[in-house]
Each structure stands twice: as structure tokens, then as C-alpha cells.
């Protein structure tokens, strides 16, 4: 197998693995000379060619989380309840 191929099916994985509205939390970020910071969620928007997950996070920031280079994790199932119980409880209501 090439370099080319083993790159290829790499980033083919890491689009099988994250696809697009996956929430992550990113743990430490390399040599980004502006980091997000450790432990702020996001949301996968889509993964390159290269197998980098560019993403939405949650304290208004997009960029993209290099595999290998970045260090992150999906949320559990119960972490993903939580915040989705959390966004109804901070619903508005309508009142009459």
C-alpha cells in the first residue's frame, strides 16, 4: 500500500467515524498558536480530504481538530442526554 492510499483510507475513516453533527470535546489542542481550550464541546461540521474535522464549538469558535496532532473524544450517551435536557429546560415558553 502507498503513503497516498493509507492517507486516503485514513481520512475515508475518520469520515465514517465523525460525520457531520457528531459532538465532541476536545482534550488538548497541539501547535495551534491560538488553541481552543481544553474541555470546550463541539459539533463535527464536516471532515476533509485529509481526515480533519472542521468544527463548530460551543464558545463560538470554528476550527479544524488535526487527528494525531489534537487530542479529543465524542461524548458518552449520557453526556449527549444531558445537554439535550438541559436545551428543553431552557426552552422559552409560551404564555397567555
Excluded at 38 to 47: H, L, S
Aim: a negative charge.
Amino acid at each position: 500500500m502507498t503513503e497516498w492510499d493509507r492517507l486516503r483510507r485514513q481520512a475515508q475513516r475518520m469520515k465514517e467515524n465523525y460525520p457531520a453533527g457528531t459532538r465532541i470535546m476536545l482534550l488538548h489542542m497541539g501547535a495551534d498558536p491560538n488553541p481552543v481550550a481544553p474541555n470546550t464541546k463541539g459539533t463535527v461540521a464536516f471532515v476533509d480530504d485529509i481526515g480533519t474535522l472542521h468544527c463548530d464549538f460551543d464558545n463560538g469558535r470554528s476550527l479544524g481538530v488535526v487527528p494525531g496532532e489534537d487530542t479529543f473524544r465524542t461524548l458518552t450517551a449520557e453526556e449527549l442526554a444531558e445537554e439535550q435536557s438541559t436545551d428543553e429546560s431552557e426552552a422559552p415558553t409560551m404564555q397567555m
